[in-house]
């Protein structure tokens, strides 16, 4: 079995983060040649960005999400097996697919397909970040790796829930995200023992 540093491996994962997050941000713009003359024309193009802001929100705040519950459970070693550097390149891989699926329903939002993209694109982060809790399992971590666990499960449904959505109302489906709110209603976990590293 091959090993690899894990400093490496958590700097290209950052790295990625925060470019995805960065790239994000870019959909949100006015065409360069909108023939606009008043304050009032140019409020209501702004406000009539509110579909691709609401779906930057989302994302932004998805990605930021992940990246938090990949940082709770870094273990303390200094290498990675190979077999859990395979499972985070697939991670990574769609977390850089994400500004694609998040400006296709941005402009198409009120279609049920690009939902069903963007939607399934959440659920298989949510999937994928299961089997690396599993993975990143320290001593003194049970607690974290359970609510991380119970936020990923709320987190796919939602998504789910916004695919079905979208059959009958594709313009309301991204509000489904709105249940991932319900995570903060539960007390935060407590580490066992002493957190690593």
Not at 33 to 45: G, V
Not at 99 to 108: D, E, I, K, N, T
Request: net charge positive.
């Amino acid at each position: 079995m091959r090993w690899f540093p894990k400093a490496r491996v958590e700097a290209l994962s950052d790295g990625i983060f925060a470019f995805a997050m960065t790239l994000l941000v870019l959909d949100i713009r006015l065409p360069a040649d909108l023939p606009i003359t008043s304050p009032q024309e140019l409020s209501a193009q702004i406000f009539g960005l509110w579909p691709q802001a609401l779906t930057y929100l989302i994302s932004f705040f998805v990605l930021g999400a992940l990246w938090r519950a990949g940082i709770e459970l870094r273990r303390a070693e200094e290498t990675i097996a190979g077999g859990l550097l395979r499972v985070w390149l697939v991670y990574l891989f769609f977390i850089t697919a994400l500004p694609f699926s998040s400006a296709l329903v941005a402009h198409y939002g009120h279609m049920a397909p690009a939902v069903w993209l963007y939607a399934g694109h959440m659920a298989i982060l949510g999937l994928l970040t299961l089997p690396l809790t599993h993975f990143e399992v320290a001593r003194g971590q049970k607690a974290i790796i359970v609510a991380t666990r119970r936020r990923m499960l709320l987190f796919i449904a939602s998504a789910v829930l916004a695919a079905v959505i979208a059959c009958f109302s594709p313009r309301h489906a991204l509000w489904a995200f709105g249940l991932n709110i319900l995570d903060r209603l539960w007390p935060a976990p407590r580490s066992e023992g002493r957190r690593p590293g």
